[in-house]
């Protein structure tokens, strides 16, 4: 017995989706790699949207065995609006992952989490053979963190000991992330709250320092990972 519901059905990009033009040719792109059989990660955020439409276009007219897991809700209720089949890390890997970001530097290393997913993006991105991360000129930059602060989702109850231990890292300013469509904090689709932590300079091994925290269940800090960038 199915839903009669309009709720999918009617599903709409929440914000204005900026560069479209750009992003759907980068999409038709990340469609094209697709092959028959494969398992692909998705992110999160406006352009893997737009990809994520290209994809269902080719699998519909092609008629391709493709299964994706998706990093956030809203990309998964996508795909269920869409028809594209999806899967878990518990039942299949992927075999390629592609997602968005908010900064690269250019040693390739990221910042990402302003939607809040960077847990299981990050865990998409370990599990995958290839990661193709796309962005538009303005995500580039010198120094990481010049135009982003570092997103730490964080367990409730460690929110104030992590912000102490942030500040010992050299984080000049940590704020609780708060939601617009809500009263008070985002919580993340793990049931935890986002910290904004901005450094004045990131290195290499700070990824790893902040997660060492206790409390911290990941960083939007991406330093080290074999990815390819693709520019919009």
């Known amino acids: 017995m199915e ?8 599903l709409q990009w929440s914000d204005e989706i900026i560069n479209r033009e750009g992003k759907e040719r980068v999409a038709a792109g990340i469609a094209s790699k697709m092959k028959d059989g494969d398992v692909i990660g998705i992110g999160s955020g406006s352009t ?10 080719r699998i519909k ?5 493709v299964q ?3 990093a956030s809700v809203e990309l998964s209720m996508t795909c269920t609006q869409l028809g594209i089949p ?8 992927p075999d390629w992952t592609f997602d968005g970001a908010d900064e690269v530097d250019p040693e390739k290393s990221l910042i990402k989490g302003r939607g809040g997913a960077m847990f299981k993006e990050k865990l998409l991105i370990a599990n995958s053979k290839e990661t193709f991360i796309i962005v538009d000129e303005s995500k580039f930059v010198d120094r990481l963190g010049s135009g982003f602060p570092v997103p730490v989702e964080v367990f409730p ?29 985002v919580f993340t689709e793990n049931g935890n709250f986002v ?13 790893k320092e902040i ?14 990972y074999d990815i390819k960038i693709l520019s919009i």
């Open 61 to 65: 007219e092609e008629k391709l065995n």
């Open 86 to 93: 999806q899967t878990t890390l518990w039942e299949k890997k």
């Open 211 to 224: 997660k060492e925290i206790t409390g911290v269940i990941e960083s939007g800090l991406f330093i080290g």
């Open 68 to 70: 994706v897991i998706p």
């Open 48 to 57: 893997v949207y737009v990809a994520t439409l290209a994809m269902a276009r």
């Open 3 to 10: 839903w009669k519901d309009t709720i999918i059905r009617d």
């Open 195 to 207: 910290l904004d932590a901005r450094f004045d300079s990131i290195h290499r091994a700070m990824e």
């Open 157 to 185: 109850a460690a929110l104030l000991y992590v912000e102490e231990r942030l500040k010992a890292l050299g984080a000049t300013k940590v704020m609780l992330r708060m939601a617009k469509g809500k009263d008070g904090p």
